[in-house]
Structure formats: C-alpha cells, structure tokens
C-alpha cells in the first residue's frame, strides 16, 4: 500500500506565527460581518465600499507579513554571511594547507639540492686542503693521511676538510689563515668557488626556511664557519666581511653587494 506523504509545514516560527494571526484575524472579520453588517447585506454593498471595506480590512495582514518577511529575509542574509564566513575559513584553511605543501615540496627540493652541494663543497674543500697542506703545500700531510681523509668523505663526511681548517685557528693567526686560502691563485680559486657554492645553497635555503632553522644550521655547520672565515679574509667587496653567524645579518650583508 502506497504511503501519502503530508505536507510539511513550515519549521520558521514567524511563518506559524504568521499563520496563525491571519487565521485569526479572518475569524474575527468573520465575527464582525455577521454581528454589524449580517452576510446578506455585505454581499449587497456596492463595489466602492465593497473595495474600502476590503482595503481596511487586509491592511493589517498586508502590514502583518511585510513586517515577517523582512524578519524571515535578515535572517536568511544572517545565514549566508555565516555561510560565506565558513567558506572563507574552508578557504584559508586550503589555502594554508596547499602552503604548506608547496613549502614541504620546496623543502624536499631543496634538502636534495643540499645534499649534492655539501658533498660539491666537501671536494672543493679538499681540494684546497691538499693545495695548502699537502705534498705541494706545507708537506704538513702525506699523501696517506689525505687518503685516509678521502675516505671518511667518501663514505659520507663532507666536512671533513671544512673541520680540518676550523682547527687550524688554533694554532695559525689570521695572516697565516688568509695564506691558506688565498696564497696562491689555485687556492684563490678553489675559495671563491666555496664561497659561491655556499652563498647559492642558502639562497635555496631561505626560500623554503620560514623560521631561519635551516639557515642557521647551514651558518653553524662547518662548511658554513669556513665560509665566513673565507669571507672575512677577503679583500674583494664582492665577499663582504661578516662579524656573525646571525642569518640575517648574513644575508643583509650579501644582498648589500648584488
């Protein structure tokens, strides 16, 4: 057997509300023809005042539901700014997650990156440790204990070199330091290819590094304090000296020779 489905009346209590007094109000018109005019004269009044009668009488419920409607409509407006305010914050919430996956992927990106330009910069690094220590240096290292430092980079330090010269401030002044580096014109080389490769890694850096954690894990690795110690020897504008390893003065000192 088919069930009948009822209408379902309306859940707006102004509309009940509404309902309610207008079914009222015609009760008591109702009263009001058959107690003052009777239902026989009424039907027998002339359309003039068939038309002012009417007009006096539907101007309370014309008002009645002009007043409901503007009610039912600031409430309505009240429900699509609450709606258009969760759309917002759906779409923020989006927006920041499409964010952060864009700054996750950068990141990926860039520790990938940073991984070949370590290793880059351990070489070069290495390359300037045998110029200045080596056979064809200070002889202060044979040729079998640079093996053995070729070893541990190729197993996977590529700092080896960088520390290597970080504990030569011990022992050296800073005029003995800039010969390490600068002496001859291959080391020359070899440091300004270090100081480039690492000015390029912390560009990458700084784009995907929003609170300057990975930045100044580069500054305070040993390949990032030999780059400040190859900056500060410098006597070319185009390597400014840097008095710290804050990141920020770092990269306002850099960004002051481009």
């Not at 914050?89 to 864009?102: D, M, R, W």
Request: hydrophobic content about 45%; some cysteine; glycine content about 6%.
């Amino acid at each position: 057997m088919q069930r009948i489905e009822l209408p379902k009346l309306p859940s707006d209590w102004r509309i009940i509300f509404g309902l309610i007094l207008t079914f009222l109000w015609f009760v008591f018109l109702g009263i009001y023809i058959a107690r003052n005019v009777g239902w026989g004269s009424f039907i027998d009044l002339s359309i003039q005042e068939m038309g002012t009668f009417l007009e006096g009488a539907f101007a309370f419920l014309a008002f009645l539901w002009l007043v409901i409607g503007l009610f039912i409509q600031q409430s309505v407006l009240a429900q699509n700014n609450e709606e258009l305010r969760r759309n917002n914050l759906n779409s923020e919430k989006q927006t920041q997650a499409i964010a952060a996956t864009e700054l996750n992927a950068r990141q990926e990106t860039f520790f990938k990156i940073a991984d070949g330009t370590r290793r880059q910069l351990g070489a070069i690094s290495g390359l300037l440790f045998i110029s200045s220590q080596g056979p064809v240096g200070n002889k202060n290292y044979n040729s079998e204990q640079l093996g053995d430092m070729w070893k541990q980079f190729a197993s996977g330090d590529f700092e080896v070199f960088s520390r290597m010269f970080l504990a030569m401030q011990t022992t050296l002044n800073a005029e003995q330091m800039k010969e390490l580096f600068y002496g001859t014109e291959i080391r020359q080389r070899h440091s300004e290819n270090f100081v480039v490769g690492f000015d390029r890694i912390l560009k990458l850096a700084k784009e995907c590094d929003m609170d300057n954690i990975i930045t100044d894990s580069l500054l305070y690795s040993a390949h990032g304090l030999l780059n400040i110690r190859m900056r500060d020897m410098h006597s070319s504008i185009k390597f400014p000296r840097i008095e710290s390893t804050n990141s920020q003065e770092y990269l306002s000192r850099i960004n002051e020779t481009k």
